[in-house]
């Protein structure tokens, strides 16, 4: 009896066995990494799930990491011949990554250039290297114009500003000061250390008549007529239209959060946690218009990116993984779980996306977007914070901060491309 | 081989067993990466790609930023306010409240509460308490009776002291019991002689008090020097939308290493000036331990 029981179990545990080498034979496993956050890590696993039926000979396992390890852990683990195939990267850390030799390019005839550029929104072309593209996202950021309704209806106000003008006259409305001339209530948050640099940048200084920067982004340009224009503009929110306060509030998000400003500028990821802000109400337009009706933004994203140590089989099951987080379905799907934009017009501008109150002003704003190419973006936010500062805390004026702000940049720059 | 061995000689056999554990402790997780911190000094570095030595280069570069004159006199700023105002505070704090009967447990519990509490969330608190109309308390209070609102945190003069307060007061509670455990070792007999004597109460004080307490002072001064000269987490958390600022007029030495090293990945300058932070602390040491020896 025993002995038969026994008998049973080896045959079994046999089986398994033989089983687990077959199938492994059978099956490639490529690891994703990317830094957690909640909803992108739901989204990544509805993908992977999608794509492991799809394709039942390759395994996917993700790995993720606190946002403030992620750098430091990709960095020191694919060196040491660890980490993943595929790697979500911030684009602005790409030149790096791509120096280092951490990352290889995507074929070219999995991803012809030429479809690329047909397909997804123009800024993606910054990740264009020659022949090939080093990365693609899967999802894209831009900027929008918060608003808080019910301030809004409070002073009377019809509709969101359309043009920076209309902005300005809107602020005025929406200011509140007390007894003594303390702010209170802004009318637009204000603040260099939240989006705001990315709005100067790629936005005001092009209103404005400018370049922000020449020569892909290796010559700074905005030490110019238009750029001092738009530097004035940007301060004289504070000191000659009195609608801002920097500082005010400690964070500019934190104000309209708690209903203190009128009008806030803001990326297309702030929507989750303003969701979540009870008793706001609020509402998001495109970004205001110059005189002209000249409109920009300033587009970011994440990337996916094949690290060097996926080769042979991992390396083909990492394309075709890579083919299928840049899909249309794939897209539809981050932005329905984490309310990130679609990388590809195809997707974005379906009549049901674009014309949607919340994502539709963003969405439409990737069509005339910018991507700025940092070499090291807190550094380079870091002079404009100063260059602001500069003029609202020392009195320097707008020509001086700027021609120090540029310099301090392009000494920057030279460091970085030398 | 053991057995053959003199009784002590195995004891000291058994104390290098004890001592090889914390030794070899500190050398891999501190003497080794010192080592390392000052080879990777002489390179350059940015975590991805490999280490290229570079010689003086990152010294040159730090002698001629102007960010690090900068940031090097904040870093004595913090040393010379934060270290005397919070020795004569702490003092004068102990000296009274050893003398107080009443409540004295808890008077001592409230001014040690803010060693105890998180510097994260005390240097928030502050932050807050700092902020302009609406949601600053102080600034609040002010425009209620009518005075003009104070920057505080957003002035290049008044940031720095500003973070000073709370980072003195939060270190306040530690140098009074220290300060009062000094004060309770001083043998009554000399209080009581000086009193038969009829000597007034500032002689016994600077005769008797102050000289005999110059042990504690000396462990207090070099211990609360060495944590001004390493502030940071004040600072950072009280400035982190613009770290060390307003134009840099906060930023202490380790800040801007930390952000070489963790914001810029420039391993090899944040390293250049980590050593130049080691040397300081060496020599701010060896001239206080050198000042305060007995002769």
């Known amino acids: 009896m025993l002995v038969k029981q026994v008998r049973i179990w080896l045959a079994g545990a046999a089986a398994l066995v033989a089983l687990t080498i077959g199938g492994a034979k059978a099956e490639v496993e490529i690891e994703y990494w990317q830094y957690f956050f909640e909803a992108r890590v739901t989204a990544m696993d509805q993908l992977i799930e999608n794509f492991e039926a799809a394709n039942p000979d390759i395994k996917v396992t993700m790995n993720h990491f606190p946002y403030a390890d992620y750098r430091t852990k990709v960095a020191a683990a694919i060196p040491a011949g660890e980490g993943p195939d595929v790697v979500q990267l911030f684009y602005g850390w790409l030149n790096d990554y791509v120096a280092a030799e951490l990352i290889q390019p995507l074929p070219s005839d999995a991803f012809p250039p030429a479809m690329v550029e047909e397909e997804f929104f123009p800024m993606v072309a910054a990740m264009r290297a020659g022949d090939s593209y080093w990365a693609l996202p899967t999802a894209v950021r831009s900027l929008a114009l918060f608003y808080n309704e019910r301030l809004f209806e409070e002073a009377g106000i019809e509709g969101p500003p359309e043009t920076l003008d209309e902005m300005i006259e809107t602020a005025k409305m929406l200011t509140k000061v007390d007894d003594a001339g303390n702010l209170t209530q802004v009318g637009i948050t204000a603040g260099m250390s939240a989006q705001d640099h990315h709005w100067f940048r790629e936005v005001l200084v092009r209103q404005f008549g400018g370049e922000p920067y020449l020569d892909d982004y290796r010559t700074v340009n905005y030490n110019s007529e238009a750029g001092m224009r738009a530097a004035e503009f940007y301060t004289g929110l504070a000191s000659e239209h009195k609608v801002t306060a920097f500082g005010f509030m400690d964070e500019p998000q934190a104000a309209f959060k708690a209903g203190r400003a009128g009008m806030h500028i803001d990326g297309s990821f702030r929507i989750g946690s303003l969701n979540k802000t009870r008793g706001l109400k609020w509402g998001v337009t495109e970004l205001p218009a110059n005189a002209d009706g000249m409109r920009s933004n300033y587009s970011s994203y994440w990337v996916n990116a094949i690290t060097t140590k996926a080769d042979g089989e991992k390396f083909d099951a990492a394309v075709k993984f890579m083919a299928y987080v840049t899909s249309d379905e794939a897209m539809q799907i981050w932005l329905d779980v984490v309310g990130e934009l679609p990388a590809k017009p195809s997707v974005g501008l379906t009549d049901s996306n674009s014309m949607n109150p ?8 990737l069509a005339y977007a910018n991507t700025t190419k940092f070499a090291n973006e807190s550094a380079q936010r870091q002079l404009l914070i100063d260059m602001v500062q500069r003029i609202d805390l020392e009195g320097q004026s707008v020509a001086d901060s700027i021609a120090i702000a540029a310099e301090a940049e392009q000494a920057l720059l030279d460091e970085y491309y030398q | 081989m053991y057995r053959n061995l003199s009784i002590h000689q195995k004891h000291i056999v058994w104390a290098w067993a004890f001592l ?276």
């Open chain 1, 358 to 365: 919340v994502f539709g002003p963003f969405i439409r704003g």
């Open chain 2, 20 to 295: 090889a554990v914390p030794i070899l402790f500190y050398v891999v997780i501190r003497f080794y990466p010192t080592a390392n911190a000052m080879i990777i000094s002489f390179q350059d570095w940015n975590l991805l790609g490999d280490r290229v030595w570079t010689g003086l280069e990152n010294y040159d570069k730090l002698w001629n930023d102007p960010v690090f004159w900068k940031v090097f006199r904040n870093t004595f700023i913090y040393l010379l306010l934060g270290t005397p105002v919070s020795l004569v505070v702490s003092f004068i704090i102990a000296f009274h409240l050893d003398r107080l009967r009443f409540m004295h447990g808890f008077i001592r519990m409230l001014y040690f509460l803010p060693f105890m509490t998180s510097a994260v969330a005390m240097a928030w608190v502050w932050r807050w308490f700092y902020q302009p109309v609406p949601i600053g308390l102080f600034n609040n209070f002010l425009a209620t009776v009518g005075i003009p609102q104070i920057p505080f945190l957003r002035s290049t003069s008044l940031a720095l002291p500003a973070i000073l307060a709370p980072a003195v007061w939060a270190g306040l509670g530690f140098q009074v019991i220290i300060f009062m455990a000094g004060l309770r070792a001083i043998p009554r007999s000399y209080y009581e002689a000086a009193r038969i004597d009829g000597v007034s109460g500032w002689t016994i004080l600077w005769e008797i008090t102050i000289p005999l307490l110059k042990p504690t002072i000396v462990f207090i001064v070099v211990f609360s020097s060495i944590g001004f000269l390493r502030i940071f987490d004040h600072v950072y958390n009280m400035t982190t939308t613009d770290p060390g600022g307003p134009l840099n007029a906060t930023k202490p030495l380790v800040l801007m290493i930390y952000q070489t090293a963790f914001t810029d990945f420039n391993m090899g300058y944040a390293a250049a000036q980590t050593v130049v932070l080691f040397l300081i602390l060496l020599i701010v040491s060896l001239v206080q331990l050198r000042l305060f020896r007995d002769r």
